[in-house]
């Protein structure tokens, strides 16, 4: 059974970076193919797209965000970092961590989320 | 980036009866190597991660009931749910994962009649 679970702040203030780990098991992201991405839902709004992180280190990241954004993976703690730079209040919103399986990056199983607040 | 527009915003359907849902791509999502449509549709219930209902734009996620079904090519898609049942109340997104950024649609919210 694949599971993944979210966890950092969840409340940064405006200019701070902010720091999430996804811990996941069930899968290995030394497996060929396999991939871990990063969705956030502000709320009551639509699904973003933010960053995928691939089994051999490729990393993607979405343009309007590249510059804040670094994913990590640490595959030997079954884990992937985003961190985000900036904070704004714009960012608030629930971030998703999730699995990509093998063969294309569509999103087979999801953690819960987490909602970040940014306020002062 | 490829933007993915979806309609309608809402839709009210009577339990049994079809519901249908479009997304259009603003460029092909069709991989000319595999002939594969780079396109998938999630659901999404109140307070819950969405749900991964179909990719490659017509396979059915394992689990999944056979009343929901997707078609389409290129860069037209289209969910559908044959007989409405009471649990399948949610936000219905599609995404299309041919190139990054993998851009989701804005959302169907699907409710009852």
């Known amino acids: 059974q694949i599971t993944l679970k979210e966890s950092g702040p969840t409340l940064v203030k405006p200019t701070q970076t902010l720091t999430l780990t996804c811990t996941f098991s069930?899968?290995?992201?030394?497996?060929?193919?396999?991939?871990v991405g990063w969705i956030r839902q502000p709320p009551g709004k639509a699904l973003e797209w933010l960053a995928l992180?691939?089994?051999?280190?490729?990393?993607r990241y979405s343009p309007s965000l590249k510059n804040r954004l670094t994913i990590t993976k640490d595959t030997s703690k079954d884990r992937v970092v985003l961190t985000m730079t900036n904070m704004d209040p714009v960012d608030t919103a629930t971030y998703y961590c999730?699995?990509?399986?093998?063969?294309?990056?569509?999103?087979?199983?999801w953690g819960q989320g987490i909602l970040v607040t940014v306020s002062s | 980036d490829i933007v993915v527009t979806q309609s309608p915003e809402s839709l009210a359907v009577s339990l049994g009866e079809r519901a249908a849902i479009t997304c259009k791509s603003s460029q092909s999502v069709l991989y000319s190597s595999d002939n594969k449509n780079y396109f998938a549709w999630y659901q999404q219930r109140p307070g819950q991660p969405p749900k991964l209902l179909i990719y490659?734009?017509?396979t059915r996620e394992s689990g999944v009931p056979d009343r929901f079904s997707g078609s389409g090519s290129e860069t037209d898609f289209t969910l559908t749910i044959s007989s409405l049942q009471a649990e399948d109340v949610a936000v219905y997104y599609c995404?299309?994962?041919?190139?990054?950024?993998?851009?989701f649609g804005q959302g169907t919210k699907l409710e009852i009649k």
């Open positions: 490659w734009a017509s």
């Open positions: 992180v691939y089994w051999d280190d490729d990393k």
């Open positions: 999730a699995h990509r399986r093998s063969g294309g990056s569509y999103y087979v199983s």
């Open positions: 069930g899968f290995s992201l030394n497996t060929s193919g396999v991939g």
């Open positions: 995404q299309q994962y041919y190139s990054t950024p993998h851009t």
